[in-house]
């Protein structure tokens, strides 16, 4: 979907909108399923350029990082975005100088050269920063064993734990007396 800022001159416009992406789109292997995202917000005028205030709504599941059972998620919260114009970005200033410093609100700011402004991208970011990244199915999760793939929640498994022999080689240099 393409925002027409253009539509906004005059008076502000009332927008809404789904949106449907997929784990592979947003390459989250951890993500199992997303509902369509639904956008309802307000674009309207403000100087330099425009703003869109709105709300974000969706739900899915994701793999939990421990034991791959799915883990249920929901979120519903507010979003806004800022466009310039292009040309109000900052520049060099002399013609030698490469440097620019950023400043926190230059962050914020989408820039336009055209009044239409690709917005599936505004939204996959958005959804990127509240997927979570390492979600637990519970905060004591055990997870899967390393060596037989069992899930450790359910019951115990009877493999041994792996042995590091990194330190055998060490073990000829310590004193026979000596109990640490």
């Known amino acids: ?12 416009l009332d927008l809404s909108q789904q ?29 330099p350029g425009f703003v869109l205030e709105g709300r974000l709504e969706f739900e899915g599941t994701v793999s939990c990082a421990r034991c791959l059972k799915p883990v249920p998620f929901r979120r519903a919260g507010p979003v806004s975005w800022v466009f310039a114009p292009a040309y109000e970005r900052h520049q060099p200033a002399a013609a030698g100088d490469e440097e620019v410093e950023l400043q926190a609100t230059d962050l914020d700011i989408v820039f336009y ?5 690709p917005f599936d991208p505004l939204i996959e970011e958005q959804l990127q920063l509240e997927i979570p990244m390492r979600a637990l199915c519970r905060e004591d999760c055990r997870g899967l064993c390393p060596i037989c793939g069992s899930d450790r929640n359910d019951a115990p498994c009877d493999c041994a734990p792996p042995t590091d022999d990194r330190w055998t080689a ?10 640490t």
């Open 1 to 12: 979907m393409d925002l027409d800022l253009e539509k906004a001159l005059d008076e502000p």
């Open 19 to 47: 949106f449907d992406l997929t784990g592979e789109r947003l390459e989250r292997d951890e993500l199992l399923s997303l509902s369509p995202v639904r956008f309802s917000g307000r674009l309207r005028r403000a100087e």
């Open 113 to 117: 050269d055209d009044f239409t402004v």
């Open 170 to 179: 060490l073990k000829a240099l310590r004193p026979k007396d000596s109990d």
